[in-house]
């Protein structure tokens, strides 16, 4: 998950913590996303984080990550077979699959095909691919069976477009959720106690362990929005209606999501300008971009902390409940201004770089 670092790259939407912020920051809400060098987490670039211990773990990030999955592959029941799914996934470091992935993914399928957060798991698993996936049914089987989140219907195979009766269904559904708080909670346990597949000199065994467990949990990619980000922007007619309610739905994603939350009040503000929702999603983008930049400010480490209350509150708590910690109020004071102020505003408000 942060904004504060616009000459960083946002490789990865996916990070659960640090990358983030800083893919939201990055992508500007325009549905693109830069594909340069590995972005910086939130933990990495934070006063509070040993340099050493920073450069272990991405030193043994990409061993820790195929130590696990092999571990894991070899489970039986629904929350390991998950895990396993979600860690073999492409992440930022590593772009392809871990081989035998798909086998997992199937294996999954198998047994627990009619689980919704199973069919969760395989259907983002299959909108990662650019190339024909395990299990393609997933998306229609996750609908059927679970129809009432939103997040599931834009769950399409190699990341389409979706449909305008996908895209109804999706603002039609009760709620959002992203299950953030699900799949944390399914990582942290399935990764619990597992050591580093290294030890390095002068580097406590069990915190490298703790930042290893959580590079591999922020690696795990979220959703993807950019289709129906570029689908709802300029909406007319019945796509407007059905994009404004999208919208409202994922401002609320249940799990707090933070990407969601983003992404909803982006197609709010874009939609229903000089409006009160306008205005309260304007705040919410100002309440995030203040959370960023106490966190990242911080001599304290926080991660930990934040990964188990977002199982516990969901993301967009457990943030403000770590700001508060640090120090600071859970909302920007009146009056206050970020160090970027282009932060606040969609990517089409902002002011070009000047050209080189």
Known sequence: MKLLFPHRSASSLHRRLGFTALAIAMLGFNGAMPSPARAESMEESNASTPPALTHAAQEL?????????????????????????????????????????????????????????????????????????????????LTRIAPDNAMHWLLLPNDATPSEAQLHSAAMAKYADAHLRDTTRILLAALAGQPAPAQRAGIDPHELALRLRRDAIEQVALPRFKAVVVMCKGANGQRRDDC??????????????????????????????????????????????WMSEQMDASKQPYMERVM?????????????????????????????????????????????????
Request: hydrophobic share 40%.
């Open 61 to 141: 990030r990409s061993a820790y990550r195929q130590q696990q999955w092999q571990r894991l592959a070899l489970k039986n029941d629904r929350d390991n077979l998950i895990a396993a799914v979600l860690i073999g996934m492409p992440t930022d470091d590593d772009k392809t699959p871990i081989a035998g992935n798909a086998d997992v993914e199937q294996r999954l399928a198998r047994s627990y095909g009619h689980d919704p957060l199973a069919l969760f798991a395989l259907a983002l698993a299959c909108q990662m691919q650019n190339s024909p996936c395990v299990a393609p049914d997933a998306h229609d089987a």
């Open 308 to 356: 188990s209350e977002t199982v516990a509150y969901g993301e967009w708590k457990a943030w403000q409940r770590a700001v508060v910690r640090l120090g600071a109020a859970a909302t920007p004071p009146s009056g206050w201004i970020p160090k970027n102020p282009q932060m606040l505003l969609l990517s089409e408000e902002r002011t070009p770089a000047p050209s080189k």
């Open 244 to 289: 404004i309610a999208l919208g409202r739905n994922l401002e609320a994603d249940r799990s707090g999501t933070i990407l969601s939350k983003m992404i909803g009040g982006t197609i709010v503000r874009r939609l229903l300008k000089g409006t009160p929702d306008e205005a309260a999603a304007k705040e919410l983008r100002r309440d995030y971009v």
